[in-house]
Structures are given as structure tokens and as C-alpha cells.
């Protein structure tokens, strides 16, 4: 195992071409992964015309790999598709302390998605919701005729439940919706759901004599939970209670609580987005289950135990490895190779650890040296970059800007074109 880990040490300071032969040996790519990662085999715009409508494009994103994270005692490179400066970083950093002075555990809770299918406006409701229920096995058996690929596998829909809900507009008539809960097995499963509810809509019109509005399945699937749990042992006292304190702070506020959760969402959203996941669900439902309460909260937890840091994070987590993008797209498959997964709960825990791992990163930061220096010095290539600077002048504009940073405490555009001109010797 250390062996295995020991290909990504000093990953950072590898030029592209060592990266990738170091991953080829981790993940056991073959050259066809090799040449589809580094954009020497395109996307077919055969695939690209059955994703979307109207292709004029391609909108090219960088991926990278943090490193050093061992998740339930397995080394895992995580490919992340992300723009943003600093984010795969401070993961990896984060990742290799937790190596040296902790753990990363993980679990599942719940296999189930949601669909639902809304009546309205309910004539009577106590009627309805007798009729359902005694047909519940009947709409169940049904419901599963319509996914039987999804059957044959051991899934398909476990359970109905029904909710009555009060109408917003006060019109004197409740509104009454259908739940369908379904193990999607290794799908994410909204085509499916969606199927499922639509072809109900017509039994349950029959039976009720109701007429059916929405089908549609929900984002908030908190019948299929992903939960990370992280412990640093023997931990700097101050950082640890800054790192709890910090937690507080969100759980006091929900202007903080958004920006703490955006920080989570900074790990989990690259790994989506690089195994064709839909990123924007996944969102969704996290941020929906953050508000649960009437309140955003924070959807990780840190507080001091002893001389130990522990941090816990439970989110719902609707991924699939299997159907859409993810089967057609070949850097999303590549992606699931590197990852190692063998199922789409093991996706949703590493997307989770990920998550909570970024997390104490940003946590860290703040905690001590403040988060602009870190992420302002990995910031100056790119400032480097929209000064004009060329490919071979970037080193030195990146050493100079990190030495104002330090100095000044700030850079900016306009002092990157005068590092630059002064680096060129020409007079602004």
C-alpha cells in the first residue's frame, strides 16, 4: 500500500507527462485512458450531439489529482474537474495531514431516491389516502413492471408514503403528494424515477378518482445519505479549538453557513462534474438539507474530543456509475477507473470524505493564516497569466508576486503588468 502511494509523492512538482505516467501505474491506465486524459483523443462529436442540443463547442476545464487520501485504509487518487485556484491544494494538503496524524472512515445510510407525484388539489383526502393504502403493494408491483433492468438487479421501488400539505394560496383544500421510494442500484436514477412516476399518474387517477399534477422526482433524497467521519489525533490545541470555533460560527449564522457549505461543495463538485455526474442535484440537495431546520446549517461538524479533532459530514448524495454521461463520456470513465469504485454508494462516501476533507482545509486556513495568502499565492500564476506574461516568464512573475504578497499583504492585476514591464525592462 505505501508503495502504491509512494507514485504520488511530489506529484505538484512533476511536469504533466510524469503525472500521468505515475497515474497510469496507480489507477493501471492503459494508453487509450492516457491519450483521452491529455486531449490527444477528443470527445466524438457524435457524443457530444447526443449529451446537448445545438453543439457549437466544447468548453475545456482542467483536471487535476489530489493526492495523499487514504479513505477507509485505501490510497484513492480523486480526479477533480475545477477552475477554481487552490481548491485540489489545499485537498491534497489536508489529505496528507490526515494521513500523518489521523483517518478517514466512511459510510452509507439509505439506498433510496425519491419521486413524486402531487395531486393538487385533494376533493377528500381522507378517501384518497385509503385508497392508496390499500393498494400500496398493487402500485408497488406496478411501478417495478416499468424498470425491470433495475429489478433484475436487486432494486427497484421499496416503499410509497403519502403527505398531505397545505396549499399556500389558502383555498380550503389540501394538496396531497405521493412519495416513490426506489433503490436505483448503481444508477443515479432520475430517467428511471421519472418513468415510474409518469406511468403511475393513470392508476392512481383510476383509483382515487384525483387528478394528478406534478411528476418529478426530488433533489433532497435523504433516504440515501453519504457520511464521512475524520479524526486528527493529538492536535495543536489553538488550531483545533479555531477549527470548532469556526463550526459554531456557522451554526450561529446562516450568512456564514452558506459560504462554510460552498467551501464543502469546493470538493464535492469537481469529482461530479469529472464522472458525468449531475453536480447541480447533488447541490441542490445538499444545500435543501443544510435548510432542513428553517435554518442553513453547516453540513460538517468539528469539535474537540480529548486532545483529538473529529469532523463529520452527512449529505445526501444521488450519484450514479453506471447509465448517462457517465457510461458515454470517456473522460468520465476514465475518471471511474482512476477512483477505483466498484459502486455508486462507494462514489457518493469518497465524494463525502472529499467534501469534509476540503473543508478542514479552508477551516485550517482561516484559523490561522487567513485564507487569502494561501489562495492568493497559487493565485498569482494566474494573475501572471491575464498580465500577458508568456509561458516561460510565469516562474519568475510567480516568485515576485508571492514576495508583494508578503510584503503587502494584497497583489493585483495592475501590479502583475508592473512586475511584468519591470521584469521586461520596459517603462508604464
Known amino acids: 500500500m505505501e508503495n502504491r502511494q509512494q507514485l504520488m509523492e511530489g506529484f505538484h512538482r512533476m511536469t504533466r507527462e510524469q503525472r500521468l505516467f ?3 501505474q496507480f489507477a493501471d491506465l492503459n494508453s487509450d485512458d492516457i491519450a483521452i486524459l491529455s486531449g490527444k483523443k477528443p470527445i466524438p462529436d457524435s457524443v457530444a450531439e447526443h449529451l446537448i442540443e445545438n453543439v457549437v463547442g466544447y468548453f475545456p476545464m482542467p483536471m487535476g489529482i489530489a493526492s495523499h487520501f487514504r479513505i477507509d485504509g485505501r490510497d484513492v487518487a480523486i480526479p477533480m474537474a475545477v477552475e477554481e485556484t487552490s481548491i485540489i491544494a489545499a485537498a491534497s494538503a489536508a489529505a496528507k495531514w490526515i494521513r500523518k496524524d489521523g483517518s478517514i472512515k466512511t459510510y452509507a445510510k439509505g439506498r433510496l431516491i425519491i419521486g413524486q407525484i402531487q395531486i393538487p388539489t385533494v376533493k377528500n383526502v381522507s378517501r384518497s ?16 413492471t416499468f424498470i425491470p433492468g433495475i429489478v433484475n438487479r436487486g432494486g427497484g421501488v421499496r416503499d410509497i408514503a403519502l403527505r398531505e400539505l397545505k396549499r399556500p394560496d389558502d383555498i380550503g383544500q389540501s394538496m396531497l403528494v405521493i412519495h ?3 433503490d436505483p442500484c448503481d444508477a443515479m436514477g432520475a430517467n428511471l424515477i421519472n418513468q415510474v412516476c409518469e406511468a403511475l399518474k393513470p392508476k392512481i387517477e383510476e383509483l382515487t378518482d384525483e387528478t394528478v399534477g406534478l411528476c418529478i422526482l426530488s433533489n433532497l433524497v435523504d433516504g440515501k445519505l453519504s457520511v464521512a467521519e475524520v479524526v486528527i489525533r493529538n492536535i495543536d490545541p489553538m488550531l483545533g479549538h479555531g477549527i470548532s470555533e469556526a463550526t459554531l460560527f456557522a451554526k450561529a449564522d446562516p450568512y456564514r453557513a452558506a459560504t462554510h457549505n460552498k467551501g464543502v461543495l469546493n470538493g464535492i463538485d469537481p469529482i461530479l462534474i469529472a464522472t458525468g455526474n449531475d453536480w447541480r442535484a447533488v447541490e441542490a440537495g445538499i444545500h435543501t438539507y443544510a435548510a432542513r431546520s428553517g435554518q442553513t446549517q453547516p453540513v460538517t461538524d468539528w469539535f474537540m474530543d480529548g486532545k483529538d479533532l473529529i469532523g463529520r459530514i452527512e ?10 454521461v457517465t457510461k458515454i463520456h470517456p473522460v468520465a470513465r476514465v475518471a471511474l477507473k482512476i477512483l477505483g ?3 455508486a454508494e462507494e462514489l457518493g462516501r469518497i465524494c463525502a470524505a ?9 477551516l485550517k486556513a482561516l484559523s490561522t493564516v487567513g485564507i487569502v495568502k494561501g489562495h492568493m499565492q497559487l493565485h498569482a500564476a494566474n494573475l501572471a497569466i491575464a498580465a500577458g506574461a508568456e ?3 510565469v516562474a519568475q512573475m510567480r516568485v515576485r508576486l508571492s514576495e508583494i504578497l508578503t510584503t503587502e499583504k494584497t497583489i493585483s492585476l495592475s501590479r502583475a503588468r508592473e512586475v511584468l514591464a519591470n521584469l521586461r525592462g520596459v517603462t508604464l
Not at 389516502?129 to 402500485?139: G, Q, T
Not at 472529499?354 to 479552508?362: F, I, K, S
Request: hydrophobic share 50%; glycine share 10%.
Open 341 to 343: 469504485v466498484n459502486s
Open 180 to 182: 416513490i421510494l426506489c
Open 391 to 393: 509561458i516561460h516568464e
Open 22 to 24: 505515475r497515474l497510469a
Open 129 to 144: 389516502v385509503k385508497i392508496l393504502h390499500e393498494n400500496r403493494d398493487f402500485l408497488m408491483a406496478y411501478a417495478n
Open 354 to 362: 472529499v467534501g469534509l476533507v476540503q473543508n478542514l482545509g479552508a
Open 315 to 324: 449529505v445526501p448524495m444521488a450519484v450514479g456509475t453506471v447509465g448517462g
